[in-house]
Antibody, heavy 121, light 109 residues
Framework: QVQLQESGPGLVKPSETLSLTCTVS?????????WGWIRQPPGKGLEWIGS???????YYNPSLKSRVTISVDTSKNQFSLKLSSVTAADTAVYYC??????????????WGQGTLVTVSS | QTVVTQEPSLTVSPGGTVTLTCASS?????????PNWFQQKPGQAPRALIY???NKHSWTPARFSGSLLGGKAALTLSGVQPEDEAEYYC?????????FGGGTKLTVL
């Protein structure tokens, strides 16, 4: 079955760039679908960050758009998130998920287990 | 930016029925917003329950159902079990944008 796994540094300094990678197994990214990033600050709700199509076209959350870049590497079956100029407010568990937008019945599934990123000096 | 609103908290007795709703600041929620519902328990990743208004995943218990109700998306739990105590999130699609609701903490008491 399709599985997703987030990876990247668990600690990032303020003003630096947060970088995470999601590795997909059980499905070839180049075959289709959107692939998304979602985050959840401690004790708070879910926030969609953005999604990328296998071809590279992207949708971003307007509130984060100026700082976010999502890219895809089909050769590694991975997609990545970069969030620049981070502050403590960017501390969160970051999830990746398959974003089935474009299908007749869009869904957001499956999800990775999530990775906690803390922004602190 | 569109805001999606859910009840912050609800309480239900075991065996009872409860309906969670999901409203949009952009107007009535329609099937074109493809409402999705997720369950999240402490320390776990969200688990998809309902997609595109009323479709269930293969693992979704039969007691969960999705619908549109009075201009909102709705998630109804019938015959609530203690293990249904969790946070529930809705997700709406607005063309290329996706917006999560703030979540409903469901207590089974």
């Amino acid at each position: 079955q399709v599985q997703l796994q987030e990876s990247g540094p668990g600690l990032v300094k303020p003003s630096e760039t947060l970088s995470l990678t999601c590795t997909v197994s059980g499905y070839s990214i180049s075959s289709g679908y959107y692939w998304g990033w979602i985050r959840q600050p401690p004790g708070k709700g879910l926030e969609w960050i953005g999604s990328i199509y296998h071809s590279g076209s992207t949708y971003y959350n307007p509130s984060l758009k100026s700082r976010v870049t999502i890219s895809v590497d089909t050769s590694k079956n991975q997609f990545s998130l970069k969030l620049s100029s981070v502050t403590a407010a960017d501390t969160a568990v970051y999830y990746c998920a398959r974003d089935n937008y474009g299908l007749p019945a869009p869904s957001f599934d499956p999800w990775g287990q999530g990775t906690l990123v803390t922004v602190s000096s | 930016q569109t805001v999606v609103t859910q009840e912050p908290s609800l309480t239900v007795s075991p065996g009872g029925t409860v309906t969670l709703t999901c409203a949009s600041s952009a107007g009535a929620v329609t099937s074109g917003n493809y409402p999705n519902w997720f369950q999240q328990k402490p320390g776990q990743a969200p688990r998809a329950l309902i997609y595109s208004t009323s479709n269930k995943h293969s693992w979704t218990p039969a007691r969960f159902s999705g619908s549109l109700l009075g201009g909102k998306a709705a998630l109804t739990l019938s015959g609530v079990q203690p293990e249904d105590e969790a946070e529930y999130y809705c997700l709406l699609f607005y063309g290329g944008a996706r917006v999560f609701g703030g979540g409903t903490k469901l207590t089974v008491l």
